[in-house]
């Protein structure tokens, strides 16, 4: 499994990031680098206990990290659930919460996938 | 993750401090803002926001020498407008992009570069004019005038003349590479020209009318003397910018252009820029200046005078630029004495603009430089004084504490929230901060000091420690408390001295044991703080002891003393407090759980017992505090009274007080009252 297809199993744009880091070492290290970053787990957990302004910079900081490493999808759902916590916590919230998981078990699951065919 | 991908753009060409949280990051600018180029500074973080960090930057003034950019995924305007007010210097927008990011942070680091450097230089020029001018004039002003009345206004003179002359050569052509600074130090130097005057015998520098052939020999002298005093100088002054161009000036003033003056008979450009300058500004104002053999020849005429070659040889270009400028210079001339003050008046125009420009000049090298002198002074006598010094500030709630007072006590320099902070808890003790906040908060920004004794532990040693502090209150309307500065002494050495005095205070000299007097305040405060306690006292006295005295010598006595006051400590606990109460009287105060029988039977029996031939007996009432109620007085009675029955029914026994005693006599005539009868 390339980099590039990665990617689009997860449904993200390669292209995007490419054009912007410019490194591929940069983006490899990055990707990988995603999975070790606690902010996801961060997030689920003050979810659950209602701490809504953790959440919210959980949910800021991995839809940065979206932006930066191009993941479009799970960018496009934790700028959502980010906006619906901005502030306290809108009735939406809990649904694009689900949205969030969901598409980060797709990314990671990407990201695990592309580490075992490489062999990492 | 975000900063290390930013990290990761950045750090081949830049070193690069990480900050977590808006709170760290200015931990961080606290202790190295001088040494930070710049800040990239996200908006969403814990603890502390992207804005909250630019106001802190804002209070404490590091915005003006640390540029920040800021990190914006959507900002809106508002946000934007609000960020630039705090002085953010530039966005950079998520997602990075590389080249972006690196561009944006090698543009504001020249940027804000070349506005330091700027500000430096005009500063030096400012500052080197002031310190040339301020030094130079009062000097020569003084040894000049003292020696010619005349001369004081020339040197002026002379001066706004040729630095008028420089400026307009300047204007003309770049063939001299004249600078700024050239100028100044040429007309700083300018006022030297004249120095070899000195020696020049007064008769002759003074005489109104011709000089001699001889005379005029002597007076072309000055030059020469002039350039000698200046090369004989301390080398490291003689080889100062300044110095060197004022010798020019003093030897070659007199020089022509064709070659034909003196000393040295230099001719055009081989005589120095300066020399030429200054000679002409010299010639031009011996005319146009009132001397003791002539009269002052009008500007015009003077000029006209100079340029048909009647006062010397000069440089066309100079000439040029003296006959270009005719008017500004009679004008520059007229203002005189007042140059002086004009000149400062400039400077202070700069000064004002460059204010107005940046904000302020604390920014620049120089009051770095002052600052980072302060500070080392500031450490180098807190290591010297062996102080702990430290500052609290409110908000954001920190502790920061001295290198030296911080290794001392074994705690960080910083400290974040300090009243949860474990590690100081252990330092200060339970109630160490509680207390000193309570102590601060009770200041006033009338009555800002503070001061106060605690402990606190210093290498695993509680030592006492004077602690004083001074609140610092905002300049709003009411004040508020905004933080301390303070400073803790190690007092515990002087705090034991005077506990052992006390102590001393305390004691019967003989025995070692306490008096009754501070056996008395112990008692009293045992039972105040222990109300829950069992206690008894009994009294003892020896029987027999005048018998002994009689037989053995008063010396012998004393031992006897000494013997039942070891005994007594030997059988009782440390907690007991034992006293001699007087003469050969002594009192035991306890505390007991279960048999107080048995215990008073041991230490009785404990305390007779034959001392070498001499056989020692004593005499002892007890009372418990449970049947008198605890109250020093009546157990002292209590005991005392029994004391007397048990000396009564034979000596050599004890007594427990109880209620049937009530009415016996006292067996010690007024042992608790101010006549005490010694050596019963």
Redesign the interface.
Known sequence: MTMQECYQAMGADYE??L?????ER?IQ??VL??LD?G?YELLCRSMEEGQIE?A??AS??I???C????FTRLGQSSHDLTEALRGGKSPAADGLLEQVKEDYRQTAGAIRAFKQSNGL | MNRSILADMLEEEYEILEAEDGEEGVNILREHWKDIALVLLDVVMPRMDGFGVLEAMNREGWTEDVPVIMISAESGSAQVARAYDLGVSDFIARPFDAVIVRRRVMNTLLLYAKQKRLMSMVEEQIRETERHSSLMIEILSHIVEFRNGESGLHILHVRTLTEFLLRALVHKTNRYKLSDQDISRISVGSALHDIGKIVIDEKILNKPGKLTAEEFTVMKTHAMKGAEMLDALEEQQRDDPLVRTAYEICRWHHERYDGRGYPDGLAGDDIPIAAQVVALADVYDALTSPRVYKEPIPHEKAVQMILEGKCGAFNPLLLQCLTENAGSIRQELAGGASTDAARRESQNIVKQSIQAATGSLSASDRTLRLLDYERMKHGFFSAMTQEIQFEYTVSPSMLVISAWGAERLGLDEFIPAPADDEKLRAVLGDDGWPEMSAHMRRTTPEHPDIHYESQIVCGGEPRWHRIMLRTIWTADSPPRFDGALGKAVDIHDTHEKLAALENRASRDAMTGLLNRAAAKERIKLRMEERPEGNYALAIFDLDFLKTANDRYGHQFGDQVLKEVARRLVHSVRRSDIACRAGGDEFMLFLEYNTDLGKTVDRIFHSLCGPFGEYNISVTMGVARAEVTGRDYERLFRAADTALYAAKRSGKGKYFFYDRSMRDTLSALSDIDGETEEQGK
Do not use: A
């Open positions: 995007d990031v054009g912007r880091l410019r490194s940069l290290k990055f680098k995603f970053d902010s953790e919210f910079r800021h900081t839809k940065g990290v932006q930066n490493l191009g």
